[in-house]
RNA sequence: GGGAGCGUGCCGGAAUUGGUAGACGGACUCGACUCAAAAUCGAGCGCCUUCGGGCAUGUGGGUUCGAGUCCCACCGCUCCCA
């Protein structure tokens, strides 16, 4: 438990943790502006991890690139020194007091011309002389109105004043200005920076500004002194102007120097993180507890564990007024103490939500032990979650939460794996079709848009911009998943969503293609209902793959499979071969969807030249591949073919219970290939060869034929190179 | 400003990882069926063309027999961090 100044939500009457703070300072669930307030909360070390939750980062293969990125962002190491600047007084002699600063520069140490203070530095009110109080005061009231972002964006002026009292640079002796100024956080480091303004760009517009000396320090490698124009460099370079260090390369100096400082006792080596530690208390009745007791005599007490869980109250009243309703319920606070036995008080914060959310997917390993949570065991046998779903948004607040937790249980000997989930797929949003009036600014319904090919107004007449995005109430571009279920029904909605887009790729709501959808599926339901016309049937395994098998064998003798039954084997197969590895490692649903329909449309023309036990594979192949799809229609078609009688109580002749099919690579084969004829690159025209032609054969067909004669005006080719199977490139 | 990702027909999106760009679907056009419409079926559908072909995957270069795919620079969009 610590005091802090704490994100606080206004509308939500609650705390927040920096995670759920956005870009714009506003709160992930209100979506307020967020207030700073110091209170007394309470927090979980997830900084004691920071440096696991990093390194272990490459470990999750199975993660998108840009999710890992964000964070290692958001933990952000960074490695540099704090240094010790004395304060000195009005004759230039070191008092007790020092300003620690943190810089991932020690290098450019000697060209630190000013040292800053964060408004909100305890030793602001001590160091400030008579003399700047007002302005200082003035200052301080101004920046306290103003958020992280407005301080601390690039294009946003940087304001500070000098407190008037001076500091010594350790590393030389020069005594230099403490000021105060906006873009220096309280939270960040030591809350205090050394201004460098030839190498930092925000010091160097301050320093701009309030006339402070800009000494440079660092020079590019075999070059002359940078000019002050368009601001700081801040690349890496060599030493000026820092004594012994002169010389030396800027990389190699920040390890010297913080050497230097570390042996003379002006600083240390530190390895900084941007995350904080994570604060969990809200001022919520919806919440876990936490579970201790404030006793005047034996201070914070944990809840005995046999007390355990602290169950919220049901008596409890909502006043919609500020502060958590359990504050105000003296029944459910007032305890006694488990230590002393004298009046205490229960804590009324409660958890942030994240805390369930943070290991609720061990639990589903055990979920019927009254006793614990999870037994290692059982946690150990069934996690790491092999593929977590889950959207962008979580990408740094849950995910990394889970991380954590995952990592505390490990040390604890409650599991043994490091890392909670191995694969991650984060899916893309459902965005609805949005009518906007530019001119107005107002969004309008779908519903109130006459004609979508030319969107317009329904009061003014102005033409109305189009696009999609985010669903959200005030744009009036919901869609409804139950209106399309009613329609439809859910197996067309469900191929729709499927089909539209990629998983991660967000899906473009559109009711036109939910129409193309439902007709592919009447247009399977058609072709099974004329096969089933036609007197095909699955009853008693039929098309399954010992019967195709002996099929074969007996056409082989009596000449082989015509051209039907090939053209649609190969259908069969390659459907088999490409919907499996969709359907595999990485999702592609859509491209797995687009494989039935080149299957239902290769069946379509070929079916009826087939004899019953090849049309029969197709058929059955057909449903079962339909199945995780489409699992309705697939049952029924199923049935339709009597592959499973209706009489039949045995469910596990369901389609969904039949084996996946298996491919058989000998369909895939063809007889003749297309070979194409490139000519310097470029297609001339394709040839119709065998598929098994070597190399020479080929080489010999392509300059044989009338392309090779036509574009090589007989000349012979000074290269050939031939892609069996693929084409021949003859360059002249 | 730093980082990550992306850029392909009218649209959503494919492309065995360097080998016929535009699969599959939507929209659109034409035809068949129909009194008519819907549905269904068939055909067409990147651009230009003197009908030989030429040009096309954001722009400009490069590597290569061959580039949507690899390399460099630039432009634009999205997200994360400032």
Redesign the pocket.
């Known amino acids: 438990m610590a005091s802090a100044t704490v994100n606080w939500d206004p509308i939500d009457q609650t705390v927040l943790a920096n ?1 759920q703070v ?2 714009e300072g506003r709160s992930w669930r209100s979506g307020a502006l967020v207030e700073k307030r110091k209170l007394r909360q309470w927090f979980l070390k997830i900084t004691a991890y920071a440096d696991q939750l990093l390194d272990d980062l490459p470990k999750l293969e199975g993660w ?3 999710v890992r ?2 964070q ?3 933990i ?1 190491r960074s490695t540099g020194a704090e240094l010790t600047f004395p304060v000195v007084d009005a004759d230039g002699h070191d008092t007790a007091e020092s300003i620690t600063v943190f810089t991932t520069r020690p290098d450019t140490i000697f060209g630190a011309s000013y040292v800053v203070l964060a408004p909100e530095h305890p030793l602001v009110a001590r160091l400030t002389t008579a003399d700047q109080a007002i302005h200082v005061e003035a200052f301080c009231d101004l920046v306290s109105r103003q958020s992280e ?1 407005e301080r ?4 946003k002026p940087k304001r500070g004043v000098a407190i008037g009292a001076q500091v010594r640079n350790p590393a030389n002796g020069e005594l230099i200005p403490l000021w105060i100024a906006d873009y220096v956080l309280a939270e960040y480091g030591t809350g205090a920076v050394m201004g460098v303004p030839a190498h930092d ?1 925000r010091d160097f517009v301050f320093a701009r500004q309030y006339e402070l000396p800009v000494r440079q320090v660092i020079i590019p490698e075999g070059s002359d002194e940078h000019a002050y124009e368009g601001g700081a460099w801040t690349e890496a370079g060599v030493l000026i102007h820092s004594g012994r260090f002169d010389g030396l390369p800027s990389v190699e100096a920040k390890t010297a120097i913080t050497a230097a400082a570390e042996a003379e006792g002006w600083g240390q080596g530190k390895v900084q993180f ?1 995350l904080r530690d994570w604060l969990i208390s809200r001022q919520r009745y919806w919440g876990c507890p936490i579970p201790v007791i404030h006793c005047d005599s034996c201070g914070v007490v944990p809840v005995p564990v046999e007390q355990l869980p602290v169950e919220l109250p049901r008596d409890v009243a909502f006043s919609g007024k500020g502060g958590s309703p359990l504050a105000q319920l003296e029944s459910w606070w007032r305890v006694d103490c488990p230590c002393c036995g004298q009046p205490a008080r229960r804590e009324t914060d409660t958890m942030d939500t994240f805390m369930c959310s943070s290991w609720y997917f061990l639990r589903y390993s055990d979920p019927h032990n009254t006793a614990l949570p999870f037994t290692r065991e059982a946690v150990d046998s069934w996690l790491p979650v092999d593929q977590y779903v889950g959207g ?2 979580h ?2 607040l849950h995910l990394l939460y889970s991380r954590f937790f995952t990592k505390v249980l490990r040390d604890r000997g409650l599991l043994s794996f490091d890392e909670p989930f191995q694969h991650l797929l984060t899916q893309g949003m459902v965005q609805g079709i949005t009518y906007k009036n530019s001119h107005t600014g107002k969004y309008i319904a779908p519903a109130d848009v006459a004609d979508p090919s030319d969107p317009r107004d329904p009061v003014t007449g102005d033409p109305l911009e189009t696009f999609y995005e985010k669903m959200s109430k005030s744009k009036y571009n919901g869609v409804d998943p139950a209106v399309v279920i009613d329609k439809y029904g859910a197996d067309t909605a469900r191929m729709f969503i499927l ?4 998983p991660e ?4 709501w ?1 009711d ?2 939910v ?3 439902f ?2 599926l ?2 399977l339901w ?1 072709l099974v209902d004329g096969a089933c016309q036609r007197g095909l049937s699955l009853a008693d395994g039929a098309g399954d793959q010992a019967v195709v098998k002996q099929t074969l064998a007996t056409a082989i003798s009596s000449g082989g499979l015509n051209a039907d039954e090939q053209d649609l084997r190969r259908a069969v197969h390659t459907a088999i071969k490409e919907i499996s590895a969709d359907l595999d490692g990485d999702y ?1 649903f ?2 797995a ?2 494989e039935l ?2 299957l ?2 290769a069946m ?2 070929h079916l009826e030249g087939c004899s019953a036990p090849l049309a029969c594979e197709a058929l059955r192949t057909l449903v079962i591949l339909l199945a995780p799809f489409a699992p309705h229609l697939a049952e029924e078609l199923w049935l339709k073919l009597a592959g499973r009688s209706e009489q039949d109580p045995l469910v596990c002749r369901s389609v969904h219970c039949q084996a996946w099919p298996l491919l058989d690579a000998a369909a895939l084969v063809r007889d003749t ?2 070979l ?1 004829i ?1 000519v ?5 025209g ?1 040839l119709e060869v065998p598929a098994d032609a070597d190399k020479t054969t080929l080489e010999q067909l392509a300059l044989a034929s009338d392309i090779a004669a ?1 574009w090589l005006e007989g000349k012979a080719p000074s ?1 050939v ?1 031939v ?1 069996p199977g ?2 021949v ?1 003859l ?1 002249p």
């Open positions: 995670e956005d870009s998108p690139e840009r990125t964000m290692a962002n958001w952000g972002l601390t964006a690039d294009d760009q941007r962008i948004e990408a740094i089909f539209k887009a990629p790729k967000d899906l473009e559109d036109a293609d129409e193309g959808q007709r592919f009447q247009r058609r592609q859509n491209t969807v687009s329909m080149k239902s449309n379509a023309s290939v297309e194409v490139q310097k690159g470029k297609v001339r394709s036509k290269r190179i892609v693929k084409l490139n360059v």
